[in-house]
């Protein structure tokens, strides 16, 4: 059995491994007081005024107690997570972690600007922590990159997975979680399928183009192509292609 676990934990690529792992470590060493909360929680002024700027990413990596919500979040983490970096982003780990930061930094800058308009204020000063709402992000990223794939929900009915956020929203008011941590994840990962996927469509332009810098800490994967296969067919090349209309 321990095989097996160490076994899919080296199987996760590189940027799942890394959040999952800092993420139960950090959850357990709240657990058994080595670490405190009250370190890691988000406050814009103590960021500002006693420049603890650790704030900014601690807030990602705490997933509140252990018990049964704690392990509904690790396993979409570990999950949704692994099959966006293995699929949509395979050999593109730049690019993962370019959206994850993108993530990260809408969800506290909402969080931030919210916490300055009246009436919803209060709602905002509440949310001090934002690793279930990076973790909802991916599971809408991956919906809806992947619509049409049918699920199950506890087998109880099942759907697309264009439904997914929606039905895990529903969920978590029936189980009287608070709603606006789902949606903000909503948002922050509907903003990023738009200007990484929509708009492009639209005008040809990409604005999330993942930095020269961010790129420069990642070696890309290439990806291998299995030699001498009795399948494998090329593309003519654009030239040639026009050559035989004319």
């Given at each position: 059995?321990?095989?097996?676990?160490?076994?899919?934990?080296?199987?996760?690529?590189?940027?799942?491994?890394?959040?999952?792992?800092?993420?139960?470590?950090?959850?357990?060493?709240?657990?058994?007081?080595?670490?405190?909360?009250?370190?890691?929680?988000?406050?814009?002024?103590?960021?500002?005024?006693?420049?603890?700027?650790?704030?900014?990413?601690?807030?990602?990596?705490?997933?509140?107690?252990?018990?049964?919500?704690?392990?509904?979040?690790?396993?979409?983490?570990?999950?949704?997570?692994?099959?966006?970096?293995?699929?949509?982003?395979?050999?593109?780990?730049?690019?993962?972690?370019?959206?994850?930061?993108?993530?990260?930094?809408?969800?506290?800058?909402?969080?931030?600007?919210?916490?300055?308009?009246?009436?919803?204020?209060?709602?905002?000063?509440?949310?001090?922590?934002?690793?279930?709402?990076?973790?909802?992000?991916?599971?809408?990223?991956?919906?809806?990159?992947?619509?049409?794939?049918?699920?199950?929900?506890?087998?109880l009915f099942t759907f697309t997975a264009a439904y997914l956020p929606w039905v895990l929203l529903g969920f978590s008011v029936?189980?009287?979680?608070?709603?606006?941590?789902?949606?903000?994840?909503?948002?922050?990962?509907?903003?990023?399928?738009?200007?990484?996927d929509v708009y492009p469509r639209m005008t040809g332009r990409r604005p999330l183009r993942t930095p020269q810098f961010i790129?420069?800490?990642?070696?890309?994967?290439?990806?291998?192509?299995?030699?001498?296969?009795?399948?494998?067919?090329?593309?003519?090349?654009?030239?040639?292609?026009?050559?035989?209309?004319?």
């Amino acid at each position: 059995m321990a095989q097996v676990v160490e076994e899919w934990y080296k199987q996760m690529p590189i940027i799942t491994r890394s959040y999952l792992t800092a993420a139960i470590v950090t959850t357990i060493g709240c657990s058994l007081d080595i670490i405190s909360p009250y370190n890691l929680y988000l406050n814009p002024k103590l960021v500002v005024k006693q420049y603890e700027v650790w704030r900014l990413i601690t807030n990602f990596l705490y997933f509140r107690k252990m018990d049964l919500d704690f392990l509904f979040h690790m396993f979409f983490l570990a999950r949704y997570c692994k099959l966006l970096e293995e699929n949509s982003f395979r050999g593109r780990t730049a690019d993962f972690f370019y959206m994850l930061l993108f993530g990260a930094t809408v969800l506290t800058g909402i969080v931030l600007i919210g916490g300055m308009i009246p009436y919803v204020s209060e709602s905002f000063a509440k949310i001090i922590f934002l690793s279930n709402s990076l973790t909802f992000m991916m599971v809408y990223v991956w919906s809806k990159q992947n619509p049409f794939i049918h699920m199950s929900f506890l087998g109880l009915f099942t759907f697309t997975a264009a439904y997914l956020p929606w039905v895990l929203l529903g969920f978590s008011v029936l189980v009287g979680s608070s709603a606006w941590v789902d949606l903000l994840g909503m948002i922050a990962g509907h903003a990023y399928f738009f200007l990484e996927d929509v708009y492009p469509r639209m005008t040809g332009r990409r604005p999330l183009r993942t930095p020269q810098f961010i790129k420069a800490m990642f070696a890309e994967e290439a990806v291998v192509v299995a030699p001498n296969s009795p399948n494998l067919r090329f593309a003519a090349p654009l030239a040639e292609e026009a050559a035989h209309q004319d």
